[in-house]
């Protein structure tokens, strides 16, 4: 951590959390299911799709999961109510996966079964490395059982073309969603080079693509979007077999050139009421972000 990220962590717990609040408010929708589903409506005004993530992780008691649960429960139900153009994100330390792996499956079952009944999607976000072979093991699982669920592969993961491979290898079609990965990882696990990050997320990208599997392709990086745009075309791809994914708040022009080349563009929407911890942890974790948060407050270009 360079100097400047180390005074970024010093100093984001004695920021007002009213200033916290304004800059956070471009990027979640809010603390209650209401607020987001208003956010959902205005994107596919603007032809987006949506795909919703409860805000919170790492839970240390059963009780915890089991409200996880049956909030996820909750918004299914209102997706299906509202007949709203959206999926579900979930993170698995959020449904027990620090506490039980089978705890977790089941948990995670619980809400790909009640998808599948709605004809809806489960996609499981990956977490820190900690957590990359349990998630992956936990996926691999459902999938024998269910399609409605995907989770994601991060390129900046040494080892995630093999994981790729291995999931191709043992499963019919997979769905998943390509980043770059956002938590900071120490160097024998995690490429650090940004050349290298972006040649490994083309790779990815292409070996997905070429085997008939479903990519959502997760940046708000110009060059890969372009690189993505090649590979499509290359591949002579139909536009089912893949949409761009972009985060709530960020880099709305490059959202709309998207949507103007006709592509299926899909917005993470995070909401709830741990918006506030879910802010702070992130930017600790992560305190580049807080460069960008900074920048686009200002109206600079990154
Ligand atoms: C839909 C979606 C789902 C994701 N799911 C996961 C996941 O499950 N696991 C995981 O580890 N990571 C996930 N990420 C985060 C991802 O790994 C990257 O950390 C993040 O997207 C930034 O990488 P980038 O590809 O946009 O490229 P970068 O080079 O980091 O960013 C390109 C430009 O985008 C802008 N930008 C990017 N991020 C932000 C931000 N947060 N705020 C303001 N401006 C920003 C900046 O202008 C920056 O210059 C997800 C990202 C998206 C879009």
Not at 88 to 102: E, P, Q, Y
Not at 204 to 222: F, M, P, S
């Amino acid at each position: 951590m360079n100097l400047l990220d180390k005074l970024v962590v010093w100093t984001i717990p004695i920021v007002p959390k009213f200033l916290v609040r304004k800059v956070a408010s471009r990027y979640i929708a809010g603390t209650t299911l209401d607020e987001a589903v208003e956010v959902i409506k205005y994107l596919r005004e603007q032809g987006c799709c949506a795909t919703l993530d409860v805000l919170g992780e790492h839970i240390d008691k059963r009780e915890q999961a089991e409200h996880a649960v049956q909030e996820y429960l909750q918004i299914l139900d209102k997706i299906d109510q509202e007949n709203l153009d959206c999926n579900i994100s979930i993170k698995l330390t959020m449904l027990g996966l620090k506490l039980d792996l089978d705890f977790c499956l089941e948990n995670t079952r619980r809400l790909v079964q009640r998808a599948k009944e709605l004809g809806n999607f489960v996609r499981i976000d990956m977490e820190d490395s900690s957590c990359t072979t349990d998630t992956l093991q936990i996926y691999s699982r459902l999938k024998k059982d269910f399609d409605n669920v995907g989770f994601v592969i991060q390129a900046y993961m040494r080892r995630s073309l093999q994981d790729v491979r291995d999931q191709m290898k043992s499963n019919s079609k997979i769905n998943v969603r390509v980043c770059k990965g956002i938590y900071i990882e120490p160097r024998d696990i995690a490429y650090k080079d940004k050349e290298i990050v972006n040649s490994n997320y083309s790779m990815l990208l292409q070996e997905l693509l070429e085997n008939g599997n479903y990519a959502g392709i997760a940046t708000h990086d110009e060059k890969l979007v372009w690189a993505a745009y090649k590979t499509i075309s290359d591949l002579r791809l139909s536009r089912d077999k893949f949409e761009f994914q972009m985060l709530l708040g960020v880099d709305e022009q490059l959202r709309r050139l998207t949507l103007k080349e006709g592509y299926k563009l899909r917005v993470y929407v995070p909401y709830g009421k741990q918006w506030y911890e879910y802010s702070i942890r992130r930017l600790k974790e992560n305190p580049k972000i807080a460069g960008y948060v900074i920048k686009n407050f200002f109206g600079l270009k990154n």
